[in-house]
């Protein structure tokens, strides 16, 4: 055999040897696809989830709070919109793994679904029109027009009102439009999402009235089945509590620090 034919034939074996070198490591070099976190959520209820108008992107309290918790467990979070009492259905149905949607834990709820430890605590409130002197407390709303959001506990509260006329809505935006347009008399709904309304240009027209009703706590929920996540879900949020990522998300939100 010729120099020139071993010159070539170690050439040709230098290159073969490189290139399956080269695609082993670029095999092991391929990063594990993170797990994917399918998070529920009604997104029509800011500060805790909602779209931003110019990014359309999902946004909020529980939204990043979750985003935290998913990174804590090394998950990828997936918000999936949903209507509010479309939630549970469809974690039962497997269609999302997870509700962070400021579900208040009720006896009700935990007989279906499964919550982490509570993240959030709330009340409920009612909001009428700025000229409003009639309604001061839930006792002046007995036989008044209601609007509420559909599956919420503002409207269970507001539908054990004497005589009241409750008016459900898919969502709370609607509900504070159906306040403005004069076809209710007041709207009943959870105290922060009242407060951000008023906040963002709705004290204009509308003001916050009587005692918070009702001492509540939003949590997490996930499939009755499913203990073992609640379980890393309350440890994740023990742990960006206890690392400072809650007080800086909540602050971000809620202008304050986490009582």
Do not use: H
């Not at 709070?65 to 149905?93: C, H, R, S, Y």
């Not at 009612?126 to 209601?146: P, T, Y």
């Not at 004069?182 to 906040?199: F, I, K």
């Amino acid at each position: 055999m010729s120099k020139k034919w071993i010159a070539f034939a170690v050439l040709a074996l230098f290159t073969l040897t490189l290139g399956l070198a080269g695609c082993g490591g670029s095999q092991q070099a391929q990063p594990a696809a993170a797990k994917v976190l399918k998070v529920g959520a009604e997104a029509t209820f800011p500060p805790f989830e909602f779209q931003d108008e110019k990014s359309k992107d999902y946004v909020g309290f529980d939204v990043d709070l979750m985003k935290a918790i998913g990174k804590q467990m090394g998950m990828e979070v997936q918000v999936v919109n949903t209507a509010f009492d479309g939630l549970i259905p469809a974690l039962e149905g497997g269609q999302i793994d997870v509700i962070a949607s400021a579900m208040t834990i009720t006896d009700e709820r935990s007989k279906k679904v499964n919550f982490s430890k509570p993240y959030y605590k709330s009340g409920l409130s009612i909001i009428v029109k700025a000229d409003n002197s009639a309604i001061k407390s839930f006792k002046d709303l007995e036989g008044k027009r209601i609007a509420v959001q559909i599956g919420t506990t503002g409207a269970e509260e507001a539908k054990k009102i004497k005589d009241a006329k409750v008016r459900e809505f898919n969502s709370a935006s609607e509900a504070f439009l159906e306040l403005k347009a004069g076809g209710a008399d007041a709207v009943v709904n959870d105290l922060p999402v009242n407060e951000y309304y008023l906040a963002k240009g709705g004290s204009k027209e509308a003001k916050l009235v009587g005692e918070v009703l009702n001492s509540e706590e939003y949590g997490v929920a996930v499939a009755k089945k499913n203990t073992e996540l609640a379980g890393k879900i309350s440890k994740a949020l023990d742990e960006i509590k206890q690392n400072g990522e809650y007080a800086k998300i909540y602050e971000k939100w809620f202008g304050k620090k986490p009582q």
